[in-house]
């Protein structure tokens, strides 16, 4: 199992009148290749559960394992990091560095990477994010788009050889189309490389069509761990806690409930844009 | 990171009649407090103005540990002011510890300059703890308005103190977010030689300085667009005006503060 967490709860400013409870008894463990969504509204947990994955928070109760080994007991936090690559929220916002090569070759600098393989991994990272390596390399990551930017953050995690990528809402405050630049390079990772990836969001459009597997968080307790037209079937215990089914799926729901015969578990515009129009024929026919 | 457990400085939401009192008046009377503390020669006074805080604290509904945790960051002063005085006052000598020679004097002097201090410290934070700092920006506004003739920038500078302590959460958190994306690239804060650490911190300074910029900048944008020009015809929301209670408790406690005074001259 390369991620497993075992009745994890934690609080934050434990044992002051400020405490607050952000996640209780979450059991969850993650294998190799897969792609997981995380969703939940805002404030359900989403982001403190992810830094339990290597070990920036420590549970106040229950253990994490990443390769079998408990965090902080058989493996240093340190080298969870390397193992569970995490981008943060407007990853952006941590860049520092004169230049493109070196803000993304600080992660494996850290991991004392002789500077040979720095460069391969610096190019290898730019290139999986689709940043051309020679023209970006001496860049100031400062005078890049914001699309750009944060695609070079990912990159700067990318290089740290990560075996699993946590990304928090890597979409969110980019245009259409750097959004879908960020998605279409995170599926490509997933395929080519196997890279087991966790999205968080808050967006089920975005996630349902990506992952395999989708875990609702809310309130700091998981509400559902499945697959995701399991999960969609539901939607009116979603609509509750304040999230949506794709809309796609809504609209295929609401033509399913007029007894017209259209498959239930389909994500994607373009997709669903065909079976209507077969439909259309049909009838018309 | 651990969290921030200074409370010098922090306000403590109440409502007594020490907070409802004019923030003015309680400038004023911390500023007649501390020359009170200065010009008191005995620890009889001390004792008056010790007594008269307490009533502060207690009428203020403070929490007693509040305060001494405000002065948690002064031990080490305070220990060091009484060793000094401690080891270098002549005069009768009551301990001899080898070449050491402890003085009837030492002990005094160290014990009267450990009471000033602690006095003076907590104070002045039953200021800041009874003050919010909206509120003690716009007395310390009132109180320079005064020294505008002589080109003093009173609105600018109580806006400017606005501003910085409006922004010091918002720049902890951000601080605490740079450094976990950091350390989740590998960065190590916490050990190597004094040398190793100061450089560590570049990955942390660069981006917290270039959010704040943008802050600023961002700040700066919203300001002008709903036409803020400083302080020229501004008026307020919140006017401040001296009632009958402001006046009476300010007296009350101008007097008790003489009375500290005198008892202790002597």
């Known amino acids: 199992m390369l991620l497993e967490l075992e009745d994890v709860s934690f609080t934050y400013m434990e044992r002051t009148p400020l405490a607050q409870t952000a996640l209780r008894n979450i059991s969850v463990s993650i294998q190799e290749g897969e792609f997981i969504g995380l969703i939940g509204p805002t404030g359900s947990g989403k982001s403190t559960l992810i830094q339990h994955f290597n070990g920036l928070l420590i549970p106040t109760q229950g253990k994490v394992f ?50 040979e393989e720095i460069e391969v991994r610096v190019k290898k990272s730019l290139e999986f994010v689709g940043l051309d390596y ?41 245009d259409s189309q750097g959004r879908e630049e960020i998605l279409s390079r995170l599926e490509h990772l997933h395929h080519t490389e196997s890279l087991t990836i966790v999205l ?18 809310n309130e700091g307790h998981i509400l559902f761990d499945d697959e995701p037209r399991r999960i969609f079937s539901q939607a009116q215990k979603l609509r509750e806690i304040g999230l949506d089914i794709p809309r796609v799926t809504s609209l295929f729901m609401s033509l399913i409930d007029r007894g017209m015969k259209v498959p239930f578990s389909l994500f994607e515009v373009e997709q669903a844009a065909d079976v209507i129009l077969d439909l259309f024929g049909e009838m018309v026919r | ?42 620890f009889t006074g001390f004792a008056a103005l010790g007594l008269l805080l307490c009533l502060v604290v207690y009428v203020g509904q403070l929490p007693w540990s509040w305060i001494l945790r405000g002065l948690k960051p002064l031990r080490y002063i305070l220990l060091f002011t009484l060793v000094m005085h401690l080891l270098f006052t002549p005069g009768l000598v009551i301990l001899l510890l080898g070449p050491l020679r402890i003085t009837q004097e030492g002990l005094q002097n ?3 300059f450990c009471a000033r201090l602690v006095l003076l410290v907590s104070g002045t934070s039953l200021l800041t703890f009874t003050t919010t700092p909206i509120e003690l920006t716009d007395g310390i506004e009132y109180l320079l308005s005064p020294f ?32 976990k994306a950091q350390m989740a690239r590998g960065a190590d804060f916490e050990s190597g030689n004094i040398f190793r650490r100061a450089r560590s911190l570049v990955p942390l300074l660069v981006p917290l300085f270039v959010d704040v910029f943008r802050r600023a900048d961002e700040l700066a944008l919203a300001m002008e667009s709903r036409c803020y020009r400083g302080g020229e015809g501004r008026t307020r929301m919140r006017a401040l005006r001296m009632e009958g209670k402001d006046w009476l408790m300010g007296m009350a406690t101008v007097v008790l503060l003489v009375l500290a005074i005198l008892v202790g001259r002597f």
């Open chain 1, 200 to 217: 968080v969001s808050h967006d089920m459009d975005e996630v349902a069509h990506l992952a395999d597997r989708l875990i609702v968080l």
């Open chain 1, 66 to 115: 990443v390769e079998d080994k408990e965090v902080g007991v058989e493996i240093k936090p340190a080298e969870a990091r390397q193992k569970i690559g995490l981008v943060f929220q407007f990853p952006e916002n941590q860049l520092f560095e004169e230049s493109v090569f070196g803000d993304v070759a600080f992660g494996p600098r850290n991991l004392g990477c002789s500077e």
């Open chain 2, 1 to 42: 990171m651990k969290a921030l457990r200074v409370t010098v400085g922090q306000y403590f939401p109440a409502e007594s009649p020490i907070h409802h009192l004019d923030p003015r008046v309680k400038i004023c009377l911390t500023m007649l407090l501390m020359v009170a503390i200065f010009m008191v020669k005995s």
């Open chain 2, 110 to 112: 160290g014990l009267f």
């Open chain 1, 134 to 174: 020679d023209s970006f390399k001496n860049r100031s990551p400062f005078s890049l788009s914001g699309g750009e930017m944060r695609r070079v953050a990912i990159a700067g995690v990318l290089a740290m050889e990560p075996k699993m990528l946590v990304l928090d809402e890597p979409t969110s405050g980019l």
């Open chain 2, 148 to 179: 505008r003739r002589f080109k003093v920038p009173a609105h600018e500078l109580a806006m400017m103190m606005t501003i910085a302590l409006r922004f010091i959460p918002t720049l902890l958190v951000e601080t605490e977010k740079i450094m």
